[in-house]
Nanobody, 123 residues
Framework: VQLQAYGGGLVQAGGSLRLSCTASGRKVSGLTVGWFRQVSGKERLFVAGIQRSGGATDYADSVLGRFTISRDNAENTIYLQMNSLSPEDTAVYYC?????????????????WGQGTQVTVSS
């Protein structure tokens, strides 16, 4: 499984971005995918996840109500719609994938990772 994350950029506070995570080698419907973010020098933290097949979702408290994770099977892509962005959301965002049926907030449970995409929110 190979993942490619893209869509990051520079945005003003209050703005929106949509990140994409495209998979190759496996259908995304068969993957549980999580978005994580990492600030330099700090650990990689869970942001949102979507369960394979059924599509149940989970969000970190810090993004609940602002971010939405979704899946497009036709595009074989997982999206992370980010609204009402704040400078605290600035980080490198990674998508990770695993074959288990349950969403995990632990980055060590994800076996496949995209390369990361930088999101910078200016105040």
């Amino acid at each position: 499984v190979q993942l490619q994350a893209y869509g990051g950029g520079l945005v003003q506070a209050g703005g929106s971005l949509r990140l994409s995570c495209t998979a190759s080698g496996r259908k995304v419907s068969g993957l549980t995918v999580g978005w994580f973010r990492q600030v330099s020098g700090k650990e990689r933290l869970f942001v949102a996840g979507i369960q394979r097949s059924g599509g149940a979702t989970d969000y970190a408290d810090s993004v609940l109500g602002r971010f939405t994770i979704s899946r497009d099977n036709a595009e074989n892509t997982i999206y992370l719609q980010m609204n009402s962005l704040s400078p605290e959301d600035t980080a490198v965002y990674y998508c990770g994938a695993q074959f288990r049926g349950l969403i995990s907030r632990n980055r060590n449970d994800y076996f496949y990772w995209g390369q990361g995409t930088q999101v910078t929110v200016s105040s």
